[in-house]
């Protein structure tokens, strides 16, 4: 196991930011912490680091407990969301101020900063100063200098959250690659669902300082464990169990609520088996994918997402008469803290 968290809890003062989380990260592979803000994803992070000490519960690194160990004795990469390059330092100096602290010989230190700046694409631009970058190219520095000491572990937080849109995303896909490059085991903390389903082999998704699942990305969305995790991962209507769009076809619950994925929700333009009927009450075209705000017969509101395809097919208007019911719905026993 490349990390092991068992049971660490953390208080701020009274406040409960981590609560006793127990998880396991494979050697080598890239895991998201993904949760709302306040969740306790950076206090986690930090505490992996070193940079907080817990007040209970065990950290290991490589097989080793490094819960007592040193910042430095853990021998970790970090980057963080506004990573201060040094701003005296060209690229180049910024990559091997590590290893020349370490005293490295200094040809192995001008080949491996060569090399590294080859890996996060910025060869050719070792004699910038980081003010003459852009801030998706300071990122791939600071991600250069975090790797240039061979951490056994690489901790990013929400590194490229002070970016825009564009360029984060055209950092994912770069880093994902990366990661298939260099096979660190990497911890990487985000609150965008998105950022984290496109980039991790695996997803832990915190809330209020607890673990509320851990699984692949596919896993978390088909099988959510918690009404939380189904409505943090992705668009849900969330209806009461009575609506009538779940009677008659084997979806009713015993549990209040109901959780139906607008992509599940089936149009048709005549009664079809067990569907209700509903008014197209507000369409909006987003491209690709249409959304479509369905009001019931019961007066529950339904939004829809629809292909671009299907909704020719339908051919859809704004207060048209339609059919609807639920390809898939969930419902969750109540969520009892313990
Ligand atoms: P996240 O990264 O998920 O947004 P954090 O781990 O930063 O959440 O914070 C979790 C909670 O702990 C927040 O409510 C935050 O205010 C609190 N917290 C974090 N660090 C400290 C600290 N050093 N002192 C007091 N409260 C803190
Ligand atoms: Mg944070």
Known sequence: MGIVVENVSKQFGSFQAVDRV???????????????SGSGKSTLLRLIAGLEMPDSGKIILTGKDATNQSVQERNIGFVF??????KHMT???????????????????KARVEQLLELVQLSGLGDRYPSQLSGGQRQRVALA??????????????????????????LRAWLRRLHDEVHVTTVFVTHDQEEAMEVSDEIVVMNKGRV????TPAEIYDHPATAFVMSFI?????LPSTSNIFQNNGFDSAHPEMFLRPQDVIIETS??????????????????????????DDGQVVTAHLTRDRFDELNLEPQQKVYVKPKDAKSFPLYYSI
């Open 234 to 238: 992705g668009p849900v209507n969330v």
């Open 91 to 109: 690229v180049r100096q910024n990559v091997a101020f590590g290893m020349e602290i370490r005293k490295l010989p200094r040809a192995k230190v």
């Open 212 to 215: 509320e699942q851990v699984g």
């Open 271 to 296: 009664p079809n088996g067990t569907t209700v009927a509903a008014r197209v009450s507000r369409l909006i075209h987003l491209g690709w994918e249409i959304q479509a705000e369905l009001t019931l």
């Open 22 to 36: 127990s998880l396991e990260i494979k050697s080598g592979s890239l895991v998201a912490l993904l949760g709302p």
């Open 145 to 170: 200098r975090a790797l240039a000491a061979e951490p056994n572990v690489l901790l990013l937080d929400e590194p490229f959250g002070a970016l825009d849109a564009k360029v984060r995303k055209d």
């Open 81 to 86: 969301q506004h990573y201060a390059l040094f």
